[in-house]
């Protein structure tokens, strides 16, 4: 009998669609109404844990799912010990670091020490800045990121960048790369010793799919 295992997926923001044909092109598709967190699929062996793509790390690393696709931007904040098995190549992002048109930076070290940064991914701005010598007080926000610089609440922004155009609409120059995301698929590191053929098979059924 093949072992059961628990996927986790977004359960909402630009990850979602394209997890969701990805799983149904490997054959997975949910059988129970969309607001089930834990939902059986049309393959026996195999549930899918919809939850905040912010915490499909935290699901994975603690056992509760035995694989998850989320992205790097997020793995690399919760900085979990977790398997990254593979870039599924979708949802393409970069975290920048921002400033406004005016300001006189042409580079992240330019950043004086003790200045504000605001962003979603405290830690990585923290690894992001230590890094480069400078010590900055983070500050932590859940969205609108852009506005922060404007309203003097921060002399920068770390934020993630598709295109660029939110950046330009609201009077903000990229200085700096923090890092290049994609959709990553993660693995909880006993899951992958203790069910290694239903996680290969899994897996193989994914990349399959992902063409």
């Given amino acids: 009998?093949?072992?059961?295992?628990?996927?986790?997926?977004?359960?909402?923001?630009?990850?979602?669609?394209?997890?969701?044909?990805?799983?149904?092109?490997?054959?997975?598709?949910?059988?129970?109404?969309?607001?089930?967190?834990?939902?059986?699929?049309?393959?026996?062996?195999?549930?899918?844990?919809?939850?905040r793509a912010s915490d499909i790390p935290v699901y994975v690393y603690n056992g509760i799912a035995d694989i998850g696709i989320t992205g790097r931007d997020i793995i690399a904040e919760t900085n979990l010990d977790l398997y990254e098995l593979a870039d599924l190549g979708f949802g393409s992002c970069t975290m920048v670091v921002?400033?406004?048109?005016?300001?006189?930076?042409?580079?992240?070290?330019?950043?004086?020490?003790?200045?504000?940064?605001?962003?979603?991914?405290?830690?990585?701005?923290?690894?992001?800045?230590n890094d480069l010598g400078i010590q900055v007080e983070v500050i932590a926000l859940r969205g609108a990121m852009e506005i922060a610089p404007r309203l003097g609440l921060a002399e920068a922004i770390v934020d993630l960048k598709s295109t660029g155009t939110t950046l330009e609409k609201n009077g903000l120059k990229q200085i700096g790369e923090v890092m290049k995301s994609s959709a990553r698929l993660i693995c909880n590191k006993v899951s992958y010793k203790t069910k290694y053929g239903a996680v290969e098979d899994l897996i193989r059924r994914l990349k399959e799919a992902n063409v």
């Fill in 1 to 51: 009998m093949t072992e059961e295992i628990i996927i986790a997926i977004p359960n909402k923001g630009r990850l979602k669609e394209p997890v969701v044909k990805l799983l149904e092109g490997a054959g997975i598709k949910r059988v129970s109404d969309e607001r089930v967190y834990l939902s059986d699929t049309s393959d026996a062996c195999i549930k899918v844990l919809s939850v």
């Fill in 98 to 129: 921002a400033v406004k048109k005016e300001k006189p930076y042409s580079t992240a070290s330019d950043i004086r020490p003790g200045s504000k940064v605001a962003t979603e991914f405290p830690n990585i701005t923290k690894r992001f800045f």
